[in-house]
C-alpha cells in the first residue's frame, strides 16, 4: 500500500538532487532557471549532456543541437555585452565525430575539423565563448592537434572567443599550461582557459591497468591532484597577458586558495 507514495517521494527527491546539478533538460529551459541569476551577476557555461558519437549520423545530430544551443545563448545576451562577460557553450569534440582518437588523425582533421569550425564560427556571430571540453587522456594530442589548427585559422584572427578546458588530475596539465600560454604568445590571443579536476579518473585507472602500463596519466590519491590545481592555477594566473582564467570546484579550501592566489582582477568568480 505504500509503493505509491514510496516511489512519488523518490521522483520528488530525484527532481530536487537533479536540479541542483542540472539547470534544464534544454538549453531553452536552462536559459529560464539561469535568467534569475544572471540578472545578479552569474556568468553560466552551458554544456548539452550525452556519450561520444557511435555514428556519423549521431554526429551530425549533435553539430545540430550545439548550432541551435549556440543560437539561443547568443540571442539572450544583450547587445554589446563584452565576451567575457556573456556566457558560453561547451563542446565535447567525442560527440561531433565516431572515430575522434589520435590514430584516425587524418579523418579527424578532414572531417571533424570542419564541423568544429562551423560551431565556432556560428559562436563568434552570437558574440559568445566556445570552450572545447576536456576528455580521456589519450584524446589530449588530437585535442591539441586540432587547437592549433583553430588558432592558426584566418577566419578566427582576433576572436578570442576559442576555449579550452585542462584537467587538474592529469599528471600534464601544469606543461600543458606552458604549451597553451605558447601558443597565446604565438597567436596574439587571450585563451579563456578553465581549469576542473577532471572527470574520467576511474576509467583512467582501469585502462592503464587492462594495457600494463608502468603508471597511471592521471594522479591517484586526491591530495595530488588538489595540489597539481593549486599549482596549475598560480601558473595560470602568472599569465594573465596569455588567459582568462576560470575555476571551476567544488573545494572550499581551493576556493580560498584560489581567492588568496588572485589578490587582483582579471579571474572569473562564480559559484561552482
Avoid at 558519437?53 to 545563448?73: E, F, H, N, P, T
Avoid at 563542446?91 to 582518437?101: E, G, I, M, P
Avoid at 578553465?194 to 586526491?222: C, H, N
Wanted: hydrophobic share 45%; aromatic share 10%; with cysteine.
Amino acid at each position: 500500500l505504500g509503493e505509491p507514495v514510496i516511489r512519488e517521494a523518490l521522483k520528488k527527491a530525484m527532481a530536487l538532487i537533479g536540479r541542483q546539478f542540472v539547470l534544464g533538460e534544454t538549453v531553452a529551459e536552462a536559459l529560464r532557471h539561469a535568467e534569475p541569476y544572471a540578472k545578479r551577476g552569474y556568468r553560466f557555461s552551458f554544456d548539452i549532456l550525452g556519450e561520444g558519437a557511435r555514428s556519423d549520423a549521431q554526429a551530425q545530430a549533435y553539430v545540430r543541437a550545439y548550432r541551435d544551443g549556440i543560437a539561443l545563448v547568443g540571442r539572450s545576451v544583450p547587445k554589446n555585452t563584452p565576451l567575457f562577460e556573456a556566457p558560453g557553450m561547451s563542446v565535447k569534440l567525442s560527440a561531433l565525430h565516431a572515430r575522434y582518437q589520435l590514430t584516425q588523425r587524418e579523418r579527424v582533421m578532414n572531417e571533424l575539423l570542419p564541423r568544429l569550425k562551423e560551431i565556432l564560427l556560428a559562436a563568434k556571430q552570437a558574440g559568445i565563448v566556445v570552450a572545447i571540453d576536456a576528455e580521456e587522456s589519450s584524446r589530449l594530442d588530437v585535442e591539441m592537434l586540432l587547437f592549433e589548427r583553430l588558432l592558426e585559422d584566418r577566419d578566427f584572427v582576433g576572436w578570442n572567443g576559442i576555449g579550452f578546458v585542462v584537467q587538474a588530475y592529469q599528471k600534464r596539465a601544469i606543461y600543458l599550461i606552458d604549451r597553451l600560454a605558447a601558443l597565446a604568445h604565438k597567436h596574439q590571443r587571450v585563451i579563456p582557459l578553465r581549469l576542473v579536476k577532471g572527470a574520467y579518473w576511474d576509467s583512467e585507472i582501469k585502462w592503464a591497468q587492462m594495457l600494463g602500463l608502468p603508471s597511471y596519466p592521471v594522479f591517484t590519491r586526491k591530495e595530488h591532484t588538489d595540489l597539481s590545481f593549486l599549482a596549475c592555477a598560480d601558473k595560470m594566473l602568472a599569465h594573465r597577458e596569455a588567459f582568462f582564467p576560470q575555476f571551476a570546484t567544488h573545494n572550499a579550501r581551493t576556493v580560498a586558495g584560489i581567492m588568496e592566489l588572485a589578490a587582483r582582477g582579471g579571474w572569473e568568480k562564480g559559484a561552482y
